[in-house]
């Protein structure tokens, strides 16, 4: 971040690096993307407004084929693969949950977050690739329940620790948050439909 804002940009980019793929979700169907358009059109769509201060993409496993889904979620957490304003004034505080904690400073702040679910990212298994907080964090004797424990000891006002999935997880309610608005620019103008050059298309097997 501090780097971004050196070089003078209004974004930046911070992504996981256990990411395997991004896919576009489009009519219930999942698509790997070939190139880094999607990540044009996030950027895009966040320029338009002028208080949000985290974009981000829906884990995969969370864009059932059975559901249908809107494209997009304000004022929820954004994980692991982030579009970050440089104008806010929150930075990383907590070795636990760092991201759900900027994203609650944000929305408390009156900020905006926008989740896509028109874009996906596949990202890893926590646990499956090795590094990052694997043994100080995950493996560690109830590990997952001090992480969770430690989102409520900062917001105490909206976390809880639950039993879900099998294992200790935070959960949080951003019912809270719903009336934070999207205020857009001023000189925003909408020119119609744009989808950006992207196809789908059948790639053939080697």
Avoid at 34 to 48: A, L, M, N, Q
Avoid at 185 to 191: L, M, N
């Amino acid at each position: 971040m501090e780097h971004s804002i050196k070089e003078g940009h209004k974004r930046h980019w911070q992504l996981n690096d256990n990411i395997e793929q991004f896919n576009r979700l489009n009519r219930n169907l999942q698509v790997k993307v070939g190139s880094g358009t999607i990540f044009r059109c996030v950027e895009d769509f966040t320029d338009r407004y002028t208080n949000i201060a985290y974009s981000g993409l829906q884990y995969d496993h969370f864009a059932k084929a059975k559901n249908v889904m809107q494209p997009f979620i304000l004022n929820t957490r954004i994980y692991s693969c982030t579009l970050i304003n440089n104008e806010i004034p929150f930075r990383w505080r907590s070795v636990y949950n760092d991201d759900t904690d900027v994203s609650l400073l944000a929305l408390k702040a009156g900020w905006c977050t926008v989740l896509f679910n028109a874009f996906l990212q596949c990202k890893a298994t926590t646990m499956t690739v090795k590094g990052g907080n694997t043994e100080e964090l995950y493996l560690i004797e109830d590990g997952r329940k001090k992480m969770a424990q430690a989102l409520v000891d900062l917001h105490p006002d909206v976390a809880k620790v639950a039993w879900k999935f099998n294992r200790w997880q935070h959960v949080v309610d951003y019912t809270s948050f719903k009336s934070n608005k999207l205020q857009r620019c001023d000189d925003f103008e909408y020119s119609g439909i744009n989808n950006y050059g992207m196809k789908l298309t059948t790639r053939q097997a080697n």
